[in-house]
């Protein structure tokens, strides 16, 4: 259930953060380099947080 919890959460915000800061700050870049980079960025941090983040939060020892 952590994918549900923490890992999807994160990727929804890194993403759009992600968007935000290339539209504003290198609008030199074209739209779909900006949009591939979102993408491996959303990607990237999905991974990493779904390794990082508890499997079972409710069981604790």
Known sequence: MRAFKFVIPMVLLVGGVA???LNKNFT???VMSRFYITLGAMFLSGV???FLF???EGKRQ
């Open 28 to 30: 030199d870049v074209p």
């Open 48 to 50: 990493i947080s779904f």
């Open 54 to 56: 508890p499997k079972d």
């Open 19 to 21: 968007w935000v800061m």
